[in-house]
């Protein structure tokens, strides 16, 4: 078992967090992972991206070759097509259909959307609008990890711990809400992992 | 589950995901480290962080965020002259600023051990450059290890403090970018909980510590014999290693190898994983000095061996000279393709650069081309920034052909669209001079510096005291967000969070500058006001132009329980579609939709207002809730 992923998004979006619970899981299942990103500048509004490498055998190098990746999870549409360099032939590429507009060349959202379908495996998910339905907006990361995670080669129940891990201290609420969100995400996806 | 900050501390073994700066710190911890000092500079940061989770009564070091580099390095030399473990840590171009002191270090007994972290910054991430400092070892006759993955970086610690603390010398912890940040599950040790007495055990015969005419060749030749020595240490490094994980096999009739340090040696690894070759990499990771013995029986016992090494060409021309000395028939490849000098060799990179020696083992791979659908997202002031509402405002004021000095800092953002501020760029604290000699001989145009207020006390002031004695015609903006920023919000001197705060102001009256103005800058038309009157006054002025960094401030309101999110909006009936919320003052928050019409993100909007000044018509207001 071997999973290279590319995370993708845009400063302060939170991708940190989403490497958090995946980490977890990924450790608490015993597995050797790697991670790579890079911080400064990117803070500042800029595109952002980690290497997150998961293996049941040790890892060499932290960084994915080009054509290597499995999946670019992306929270952002433009910037999931920003790595296509990197995914391999029959990767996914699975990213939440919200813009995050702060630039003014920003595409059509409706190309952005067309260069993703066109895409083999692809998943767009409207990540924003599942959290806001189940009353927690803030959890659309959450929603992005669930509709990757039957790509993941880990047990969802995992995942669950992950969000515990990370959520535990904001109380059972908080760890609900996101564990609602994570399962919603899975839902949405399976309509296309048929 | 425990804190982090408990982790970090825990004196029982224990293993877990962590990244490349914080198992620096827990290393320091377990090494009994004593003194540890920095000035903040990505990508080593993160160090600090770890140190400080500790809280003070707990931690078994005394820290400390210096003014500069230079003075962090000249505290841990006295400290470690006084017997203590230190450590100071710095970004990449940190060592020019500390290189006047650094350099002498290498010459003297650093009697309690020194480690000297680099945070080296391949692909010029975060810094003005990508400049390789194995230079400065050779310079500074200072041992170098460079560890690959946050693991290595851990052992290379203690390694380096053993190291130093054995031959009294100090010693390099060369870090890169991907090493500082990388995560994986490392296994630590103990940590000792013996107290330590802060003993001064200062002794001019622990020296000589004076390098002045007559001291000055023993102490070179004193330099020159240690490193000389410590190749022996090189050779027995658990640094210094083959990996063969195809075996050695020949192929067609050859045995192949390679020679890498750091991070790429990894890359390497993975692309023979990718083809299953059974070629040979010697990773020289304790890279100065290296192992003389060890890479003259790698290189005999192959028929080819490719170089490669992030940066400069120093291992490639180091070990061609020493094959031609040893008279060792061995075909040595380098990188043909000058590209390759720059930038961090990751996989794909490493692959080429073998490809294009081996084209037949490792054929030349197809890539998918990147989407044309994905603009740059430009590194840009937050909303709210008190810095936009600066630029906005000091244009007003400039002449369109004013010369810009731009400085280090998030105001160096200033350079891109629509502001285009800052027009050149060396290093922190350079604008004061730089300004002064635009402004010598120049009766036609105006000039006008920035510099943050980090940076005023960092490298500022010997220029600005320069400005003052010639009384040099220019203006200098203060750009005081009350922060380090752009590196994290580290705490300086003036910001009170250290000791008392040490006015910028009442340094300047107390040089004499003349012309002294403090405004701040969300009152926009009086930064421009002031701005002109000190570009019409004649010889050196200075502006203050202040607000908290508003990132900072924000984090700190979103944290509160009453916090209640707040933000703009434009009014429909009233916006004339001017665009110069959008245009001009450019926050990101505004956007145009597809119909020309320009509305907030409400998900970016802090709510600040310092964009409402700003509209001809005063379209844009709080929203109508009142929040």
């Keep these: 078992m071997k999973k290279d992923i590319i995370l993708c998004g845009v400063g302060g979006q939170g991708i940190l967090s989403i490497a958090t619970v995946i980490g977890y899981a990924a450790v608490d299942s015993g597995l050797y992972l790697k991670q790579a990103e890079v911080h400064g500048m990117s803070q500042r509004g800029g595109d952002v991206q980690s290497h997150f490498r998961i293996s049941d055998k040790e890892i060499f190098s932290d960084l994915i070759p080009f054509g290597g990746a499995d999946m670019i999870l992306s929270v952002e549409p433009m910037e999931s097509l920003r790595y296509l360099p990197y995914l ?95 399962e919603a995400g899975k839902a949405f996806a399976e309509k296309f992992n048929k | 589950m425990k804190k982090f900050a408990d982790m970090i501390i825990d004196p029982e073994p224990w293993e877990g995901l962590i990244m490349g700066n914080h198992a620096l710190a827990r290393a320091m911890f377990e090494a009994g480290v004593k003194v540890v000092t920095t000035y903040p500079g990505s990508p080593t940061p993160e160090i600090a962080d770890a140190i400080l989770s500790v809280p003070v009564y ?13 003075v962090a390095t000249e505290i841990a030399f006295g400290s470690t002259i006084n017997g203590h473990l230190s450590v100071v840590f710095f970004k990449s171009v940190g060592l020019n600023v500390a290189s006047d002191s650094a350099v002498q270090l290498g010459l003297m007994n650093m009697v309690g051990g020194l480690v000297i972290i680099l945070g080296d910054d391949p692909g010029a991430n975060s810094s003005q450059n990508e400049q390789d400092n194995r230079h400065f070892a050779r310079m500074a006759y200072i041992p170098t290890i460079e560890p690959a993955t946050p693991t290595e970086a851990y052992h290379a610690f203690h390694d380096a403090a053993e190291l130093s603390k054995k031959h009294q010398i100090p010693v390099f912890l060369r870090m890169t970018t991907h ?12 940590i000792n909980t ?79 994983d990718e083809v299953k070759q059974p070629v040979d990499v010697m990773a020289l990771n304790f890279s100065y000095p290296w192992p003389r013995k060890k890479v003259r029986s790698f290189l005999k016992d192959h028929d080819e061996v490719i170089i490669i090494e992030e940066l400069d060409r120093i291992m490639e021309n180091e070990i ?61 002031m937050c909303p709210g920034c008190g810095h ?128 002294l103005k403090r405004v701040d800058t969300y009152q926009q038309k009086k930064l421009t006001e002031y701005v002109k009157e000190a570009m019409d ?19 700190g309101q979103r944290k509160k329980d009453s916090y209640t999110a707040k933000h703009v909006i434009v009014d429909q009936n009233i ?23 320009i509305t907030v993100n409400e998900d970016l909007c802090i709510g600040d207002g310092s964009c409402k000044q700003t509209c001809p018509v005063t379209a844009i207001d709080f929203d109508k809730e009142g929040k």
């Excluded at chain 2, 707990?58 to 230079?70: G, Q």
């Excluded at chain 2, 107290?195 to 000055?216: A, C, M, Q, R, W």
């Excluded at chain 2, 490193?227 to 490094?237: C, G, H, P, V």
Aim: glycine share 8%; hydrophobic share 40%; net charge neutral.
């Design chain 2, 320 to 380: 061609k000279s020493f094959a031609y000395d040893e008279d060792i028939n061995c075909k040595i490849h380098t990188r043909s393709d000058s590209e390759d000098l720059m930038g961090e060799l990751g996989p794909e990179r490493t692959w080429k650069i073998i490809s294009e020696v081996w084209p037949v083992e490792f054929p030349v791979k197809e890539t998918t081309a990147a989407s044309s659908f994905t603009n740059h997202r430009i590194p840009q």
């Design chain 2, 58 to 70: 707990k931690r078994p070091l005394h820290f400390e965020y210096a003014t500069n580099e230079k």
């Design chain 2, 388 to 515: 936009r509402s600066a630029f906005h405002a000091i244009k007003q004021a400039l002449p369109a052909d004013a010369i810009t000095v731009g400085d280090i800092g998030c105001h160096s953002l200033g350079f891109f669209k629509p502001y285009n501020m800052g027009q050149m760029l060396l290093s922190m604290g350079h604008s004061s001079g730089t300004a002064a000699g635009l402004s010598i001989g120049n009766k036609t145009r105006k000039v006008l510096g920035f510099i943050g207020d980090s940076t005023f006390f960092h490298a500022g002031l010997p220029a600005i005291i320069n400005a003052v004695l010639y009384d040099h015609d220019f203006t200098l903006v203060v750009m005081e967000n009350g922060t380090t920023a752009m590196t994290g919000h580290q705490p300086h001197a003036g910001t009170g969070e250290i000791g008392e705060k040490i006015s910028i102001d009442k340094v300047l009256e107390s040089l004499g500058v003349k012309f």
């Design chain 1, 88 to 182: 391999s032939k029959n990767g996914w590429v699975i990213t939440n259909d919200k813009p995050f507009n702060n630039i003014v060349n920003y595409p059509e959202t409706e190309d952005v959307y067309k260069q993703i379908k066109k895409l083999d495996n692809h998943i767009l998910i409207n990540a924003d609008d599942i959290a806001k339905e189940i009353g927690s907006p803030r959890s659309m990361n959450m929603v992005m990890i669930g509709a990757a995670s039957s790509f993941l080669g880990i047990e969802f129940d995992k995942l669950i711990e992950g969000i515990k891990f990370i959520f535990g201290r904001k109380g059972e609420e908080m760890v609900n809400l996101n564990v609602k969100a994570l």
């Design chain 2, 194 to 272: 013996a107290e330590h007495k802060y003993e001064t055990l200062f002794d001019v015969k622990n020296g000589p510590f004076l390098p002045i005419t007559k001291s000055v060749f023993p102490l070179k030749r004193k330099a020159i014999a240690r490193i000389a020595a410590i190749e022996e240490d090189s050779e027995n490094s658990k640094f210094n290693i083959i990996h063969s994980p195809f075996g050695s096999d020949r192929i067609n009739g050859k045995r192949l190898g390679v020679i890498s340090s750091s991070m790429p040696v990894l890359s390497i690894l993975e692309n023979l």
């Design chain 2, 179 to 190: 090493v500082c940040h990388a995560k994986e599950i490392i296994k630590f040790g103990k």
């Design chain 2, 575 to 597: 916006c004339e579609n001017h665009n110069v919320c959008l245009e001009d003052f450019a926050c990101p928050s505004f956007i145009r939709n597809d119909d020309g019409k």
């Design chain 2, 537 to 555: 006054h004649k010889g050196f002025a200075v502006v203050i132009a202040s607000h908290p960094c508003m990132l900072k401030f924000m984090r």
